[in-house]
């Protein structure tokens, strides 16, 4: 049996106008027997692609274009595909299956040939988004019109200090998946600002024909992607948190922020400093390991958890008084 990797890997020296593609260089490429490469070229012109032998080397006849739909993968890029198709059908929460289910079938009929199952695939990788919240289907799609097509976009959106929606006219700059959940970096006419708005949050979205306002990458990176968080803004200062104990090895292997500083430090603790803005988000992400980091700055942070650990043990204490 000629295995599928070889013919891609065949179209893909043809494609890329090898110059000297002779028998002997095949032979030593794929380890194989001249008979071998002669079945392999002959089964790719049965495939459509147009190979001619002159000069003692392969190249493809002049003037005659080819494509073989799902030709050029080799198995592990099948399965890794089949991986990614599965990952966007959750990531969609369904909204792209049905746009997916005729390439799914295709890689399917194509691991199959190279004895590759995938009946029980999807049992095969989890993925488990967690704390995601739902959305219009018609949304997302509408939304990653507006960002791609660079038009502007109106929709009601409930804050989440909002007691009811507000109208918002906007031009999409970004489409953003964070933590399972889908957000659109905007600029908003009606306030004039950069806003993150949540796709969960809104209803009644349109695309309207009003080229959408361009704001540069530099400055989107700037406002969206400097600081901790989705929601911090600029980086208007920087935090230091200083983890012991599990919570230093943890939070040492973890990634918070592209711009972070790790350090080791004596006793097995664990040093992060990194940019941030509102400390909201990153003060319930400290949370997590109250009981061993400590907070070296911002003191607003440093505040901000101090209020939180406070409160939670007002709630706590006459439940544990009671046990």
Known sequence: ??????????????????RRLTRKYLETRWNCSTPTVHRIVSRSRERGVPIVFEGGSYRLEEGKAFEVPGFWFK????AALLGLAHWLETLGCGVLEEKLKPIHHRMEELLLQQDLQTIDWKNRIRLLPTHHRPINSDILLSAARAVLTRNQATFQYTGI???????????????????DNWYL????????????FALSRMKSFQV??????????????????????IFAGRAKRRAVLIFDGLAARLA??????PKQ??????????????????IHELARDVMRFADEVSIERPDELRQEVAGMLLRARSRLEPKLKTV
Do not use: N
């Open 161 to 179: 200090k909002d007691s009811k929606p507000h109208k918002r006219t906007v031009s999409p700059q970004t489409l953003v998946h964070y933590r």
């Open 1 to 18: 049996m000629i295995s599928d990797d070889r013919l891609s890997d065949l179209a893909a020296l043809l494609k890329s106008g090898h």
């Open 185 to 196: 970096d905007s600029f908003d006419h009606d306030s004039g600002k950069l806003r993150e």
């Open 75 to 78: 198995a592990d890029e099948l």
């Open 252 to 257: 040492g292997e973890e990634c918070w922020h």
């Open 208 to 229: 309207i024909p009003i080229p959408a306002k361009d704001i540069v990458r530099e400055v989107l990176d700037s406002h969206f992607g400097d600081a901790y968080g």
């Open 261 to 278: 500083r790790t350090r080791l430090m004596h006793g097995g603790r664990v040093r992060l400093e990194f940019p941030c803005g509102s």
